[in-house]
């Protein structure tokens, strides 16, 4: 469709098949694969970040004292581990992307993730449990599914926004009001934003972040 041709969602679903889903197993990105990472925060979410205004976003200068790319690039996208030895996730990973850890599906709170692994086949929705219309600003669905033949129990995500609008939203939440819910207003709704940390080698990185209804 015309939505998935934007360049920035055309950036997004160049990531999708850079990791491997095992939350167990060491993502060793390639070269290429790196440098699609790495466009990422620059190209888009930054200044997605910084245009947010009606968000009062950093209103707290002591929240950052780095460029916003490269705070960006860490708590996103430092890999770290979530379950044995190995760094097999990241934040970006867990929450856009999806992982399988112990026979359930974690994290996986994207929809144009949702909609790829659908039309190949490797994901089968089981319906939805709640669901709240932003009008022009989208939709948000909490539901059930199947990825890969493991669980997703219950999980929510955004649909039909944008990737650098969810980043931004996630973003500022984590860096004002991390490990609680945060709420902002999409099209006069008000809407519930959770966060949660993942400390690692004295970082505090994003562990996962998706809308909570």
Not at 60 to 80: C, G, H, N, Q
Request: aromatic letters at 10%; charged letters at 25%; a positive charge.
């Amino acid at each position: 469709s015309s939505a998935l041709s934007v360049p920035t969602i055309v950036a997004f679903r160049a990531l999708l098949d850079n990791y491997n889903p095992d939350v167990k197993t060491r993502d060793a990105l390639k070269k290429a694969e790196a440098q699609e990472e790495q466009a990422i925060p620059s190209k888009a979410m930054g200044r997605q970040i910084q245009d947010h205004s009606e968000l009062h976003v950093f209103a707290d200068a002591s929240k950052i004292r780095r460029p916003l790319k490269d705070v960006l690039k860490e708590i996103w996208f430092t890999m770290y581990t979530r379950a044995g030895r190995n760094e097999g996730s990241s934040g970006f990973e867990h929450s856009f992307v999806g992982e399988l850890k112990d026979g359930k599906v974690s994290g996986f709170h994207n929809w144009i993730q949702f909609g790829h692994e659908e039309k190949d086949g490797d994901l089968d929705y089981k319906g939805f449990m709640q669901y709240v219309n932003l009008g022009n600003k989208g939709q948000i669905i909490k539901g059930r599914f199947t990825w890969l033949n493991d669980l997703k129990p219950v999980g929510s995500l955004f649909v039909g926004t944008s990737p650098e609008i969810e980043m931004a939203l996630y973003t500022v939440c984590f860096l004002i009001k991390p490990d609680q819910q945060c709420q902002v207003k999409l099209n006069k709704k008000k809407v519930k934003i959770q966060t949660w940390t993942h400390n690692y080698k004295g970082k505090k990185l994003i562990g996962s972040a998706y809308p909570d209804i």
